[in-house]
Nanobody, 123 residues
């Protein structure tokens, strides 16, 4: 079992930055990849970024060049943290952001989910 807790959301003006964190605990040795998703009101959940077990990253076109996904490169038995650095935020980035991981090589990662953190970008 893996537990995920997101933090770092908030209210920011357009053009500003936020850094989201996703702290993983439990069976972190079994995690293969991590991903960030978002869901805006009335819209379907959208895959924002992924980072696989080789630290290869991919991004949705809507965030490419503005968002950066990363994760701790050192593992320990207690916790491991993933991040989503969001720069030059736009009002359309407003959503609840979720991190997710996989332990079964499913793609995109979706075996375990955090509770979400709200990001609101004002114009």
């Amino acid at each position: 079992q893996v537990q995920l807790v997101e933090s770092g959301g908030g209210l920011v003006q357009a053009g500003g930055s936020l850094r989201l964190s996703c702290e993983a605990s439990g069976s972190i040795f079994s995690i293969n990849a991590m991903a960030w998703y978002r869901q805006a009101p009335g819209k379907q959940r959208e895959l924002v970024a992924t980072i696989d077990s080789s630290w290869i990253t991919n991004y949705a076109d809507s965030v490419k060049g503005r968002f950066t996904i990363s994760r701790d490169k050192t593992w320990n038995t207690a916790k491991n943290t993933g991040y989503l650095q969001m720069n030059n935020l736009k009002p359309e980035d407003t959503a609840v952001y979720y991190c997710a991981t996989d332990t079964t090589s499913s793609w995109p990662p979706s075996d375990y989910w955090g509770q979400g953190t709200q990001v609101t970008v004002s114009s």
